[in-house]
Nanobody, 118 residues
Framework: QVQLVESGGGLVQPGGSLSLSCAASRSISSFATMGWYRQTPGKQRELVAASSGGNRNYADSVKGRFTISRDNAKNTLYLQMNSLKAEDTAVYYC?????????????WGQGTQVTVSS
């Protein structure tokens, strides 16, 4: 099993910045992909950013504003969020994905609330 613990959420004004962290209970280099998702009430969870090998992918809505990074030595995934907008308000979840003989295993953190409001 893997425990993922997010931190860094909070209340920020539009145009501000926040940095999220996701600490894993084991080596993150063993995962095929790690990423950040977000969810608002009544909506499906959506991918915000993902890191796989040397590749990084972002949702169109956050390109140029958010940056995903990882520190394998600290077993930690980060999400730097700049120029935040009200529509970025959501619960943000850390995800770690493993592939084992063609089967995908997803691990999730408990989520951290990000609220963008004046």
């Amino acid at each position: 099993q893997v425990q993922l613990v997010e931190s860094g959420g909070g209340l920020v004004q539009p145009g501000g910045s926040l940095s999220l962290s996701c600490a894993a209970s084991r080596s993150i280099s063993s995962f095929a992909t790690m990423g950040w998702y977000r969810q608002t009430p009544g909506k499906q969870r959506e991918l915000v950013a993902a890191s796989s090998g040397g590749n990084r992918n972002y949702a169109d809505s956050v390109k140029g504003r958010f940056t995903i990074s990882r520190d394998n030595a600290k077993n930690t995934l980060y999400l730097q969020m700049n120029s935040l907008k009200a529509e970025d308000t959501a619960v943000y979840y850390c995800n770690a994905r493993s592939l084992w003989f063609g089967t995908q295993y997803d691990y999730w953190g408990q989520g951290t609330q990000v609220t963008v409001s004046s």
